[in-house]
């Protein structure tokens, strides 16, 4: 896909690369010049002010003079400025009087003007001498002349003499051939202020210390079904895991190195180092620096710092700003970044231009492209669009899109089909997939895999898959591991977790003692604590516990409240547990209300309740009426009672 600008970005790359290639050069020619050649200084001592064209004028003087230290300086002065066939003559004629820094500046022409065997020999002539810059520029030629024994001689020559050039050369080399010295020669390098060096030290390091993770998992309540969410992963990793084996204080050690070389080199306009501190910073919490380094990588042209830094302005509320660097780093092809903008447009309920950015980023390579249209088109009830793009997205690998393709096939009553993608994904990692073939199986009466399948998901912390398989301990009389399952459970936010975790603790309380007149008030029991956390999440059952354990407390305004809460939510119980505290409180009238809401819903006392209100108030017939419901809805206790007066009430009535 070809987006405005990306003209004006090819050109700007190419002057960065002939820039590059021009910095190269003078950096190898300043570096003789400023060891190797012997260029009288005191003049320019004295004279600090001189221009560059007074100091070649001098220079040039002295040269046709015969001064060997001037038409050395001379010549490099002239190659630095790109006149190659100036400098040339001066340049041969220091060579010939044995000016080793000529001859290694001689070496850089010739090489300029594509003479390469021609430069390797006067390269060699000034090595030999012991010009480390000459040694480095011949090491280099061997390397791309694939003689790597002859190029690391060389190179090891200038590294050794402690030139930066030589040392991150030679470590690269070494490194090519996964040689442990090359460490040594990064640091070297580094050392000497090579940027490229630090960032590559900097990674040696970090990669000893982490291994890059992704994406933290979602959970859910029920099948796991693909949300309209799309999947926008952050732009570098931030989380890592210790190598095993390896003591915390050493990898505090490393960590920190590595940050401080990846600072050495982003300060020296090292943009993808750049990029990795603004990503440690960013982890670290420390997000107003972290957004310096992204910005000062963006603005080099490091896409993945500009999506990164979109992200960091997202989440601090400026969505704008964010839009504006997600389009820079879609725009030089950065799927992520497209991803974003993908999210961003859907969310504004802009479908088409949500699903361009979301080909832009599977034309990008983002396979999490085509995953999001397929939510984007399930969102809209597209269900055959967001097969097929699932199917594709699962094809590449992605184990979200399998798990989600595999729900749409179990949704459409293909359970055999959707079995092989719910496996396939789970065994990718993906922790929804395994809870979700847990349901498969349970689905099937096979309650032993679908076990597997829970545990598995919830090892992974998966709330919903650990809340079944405390239940399944629970079933099995294991109440050990069915309360480490539900303690995991409840603190994820399952509302059916805390109650049953409450009910497991309530039942090991002691029986309460009889109430002391003047003691002072119990404070909550920790079963209690958990009954109110499923009941501030609207567990019907836990808010009528709660109720029963403030009105035991006497604390009725408490109990009230729950109760009403519970009873307003359709809970008979509840609703019969409100009527008994307001006809004790003299609200008879209110009471009723309440016991016919619970005894319509099937609560068998609430329906003797109401017996008893009509029989006392000489409503017999009303009250022969409740007590046939009662008798009908039970428990046994009940039923026998409002039999009981239900003849009661029939002798009354043909007394």
């Known amino acids: 896909m070809v987006f405005m600008g990306d003209r004006a970005t090819l050109l700007e790359t190419g002057r960065f690369v002939q820039r590059h290639a021009r910095n190269a050069a003078d950096e190898i020619i300043e570096a003789v010049g400023a060891v190797d050649a012997a260029v009288d200084t005191t003049a320019d001592a004295d004279t600090d002010a001189e221009t560059e064209t007074e100091t070649e004028a001098r ?15 001379l010549g490099a002065l002239l190659l630095r400025r790109g006149d190659l066939d100036g400098a040339e003559p001066y340049l041969r004629g220091a060579t010939a009087e044995g000016d080793r820094a000529a001859a290694n500046n001689l070496g850089v022409l010739l090489h300029q003007r594509g003479y390469p065997d021609e430069a390797a020999g006067w390269w060699r002539v000034a090595a030999v001498a012991g010009s480390a810059p000459a040694a480095h520029a011949l090491g280099r030629h061997h390397r791309e002349r694939g003689d790597e024994p002859a190029a690391e001689y060389w190179l090891r020559q200038a590294a050794e003499q402690g030139h930066a050039l030589g040392a991150y050369a030679l470590a690269d080399l070494l490194e090519h051939r996964s040689d442990v010295g090359a460490e040594r020669w990064l640091r070297a390098a580094a050392e000497q202020g090579h940027r490229e060096a630090a960032y590559r030290l900097a990674l040696a390091l970090e990669r000893r210390v982490t291994e890059t993770t992704r994406g933290p998992h979602e959970t859910g309540t029920r099948l796991r079904v693909p949300g309209t969410r799309a999947v926008v992963p952050s732009g570098v990793a931030a989380t890592g895991t210790a190598v095993p084996g390896q003591p915390a204080g050493e990898r505090a050690g490393e960590a920190a190195e590595a940050e401080q070389w990846f600072r050495q080199a982003a300060a020296r306009g090292h943009r993808r180092a750049a990029l990795h501190l603004g990503a440690i910073l960013e982890h670290r919490g420390e997000l107003k620096e972290a957004g310096r380094w992204y910005l000062s990588s963006a603005k080099e042209g490091e896409a993945k710092a500009a999506c990164a830094l979109g992200f960091l302005l997202r989440d601090a509320g400026d969505e704008e700003s964010a839009a504006v660097w997600w389009l820079r780093a879609a725009q030089d092809g950065d799927g992520n970044a497209a991803n974003a903008l993908g999210a961003l447009h859907a969310a504004r309920g802009e479908q088409q231009t949500a699903e361009r950015w979301y080909r832009a980023a599977m034309d990008a390579g983002d396979v999490n492209g085509a995953y999001n249209l397929g939510l984007l088109c399930a969102a809209q009830d597209r269900i055959p669009q967001a097969e097929q793009w699932y199917r594709r997205a699962a094809y590449a690998g992605h184990r979200e899109a399998a798990n989600a393709l595999a729900v749409l096939l179990l949704q459409a009553g293909d359970a055999n089909g959707a079995e092989p993608w719910f496996s396939k994904a789970a065994e990718a990692g993906s922790v929804d997939a395994a809870f979700n073939l847990g349901i498969l199986h349970a689905g099937r009466d096979d309650d032993r895999t679908a076990l597997v399948w829970y545990e598995r998901a919830a090892a992974a912390g998966h709330t919903e898959a650990a809340l079944q398989v405390g239940i399944a301990a629970l079933r099995d009389g294991d109440e050990q591991t069915a ?104 609200s008879e009238r209110e009471a009723a209300l309440w016991w016919t809401r619970a005894a319509r819903a099937g609560h068998g006392r609430a329906a003797l309740r109401l017996a008893l209100l009509a029989a006392r108030r000489g409503e017999l017939t009303e009250g022969r009426r409740w007590c046939d419901r009662a008798v009908e809805l039970g428990p046994a206790e009940v039923a026998e009672r409002a039999a009981r007066l239900s003849e009661a009430l029939h002798q009354e009535l043909t007394a």
């Open 483 to 586: 309360e480490r399952h539900l303690r995991c459970a409840a603190g994820g936010g399952s509302a059916e977790a805390a109650f049953r975790l409450a009910s497991v603790l309530d039942a090991r309380r002691p029986e309460p003692g009889p109430a002391v007149l003047g003691a002072p008030r119990e404070e909550k029991s920790e079963c209690e604590e958990w009954y109110e956390r499923a009941a501030q999440q609207g567990h019907r059952r836990a808010q009528v516990r709660v109720g029963m354990l403030a009105a035991g407390r006497g604390d009725l305004a408490e109990a009230d409240r729950w109760y009403r809460e519970a009873a307003e939510a359709g809970s008979r119980n509840g609703a019969f547990n409100l009527g008994l505290l307001l006809a004790r409180e003299g």
């Open 59 to 73: 220079h040039r003087r002295a040269a046709e003079h015969g001064d060997l230290a001037s038409m050395s300086a």
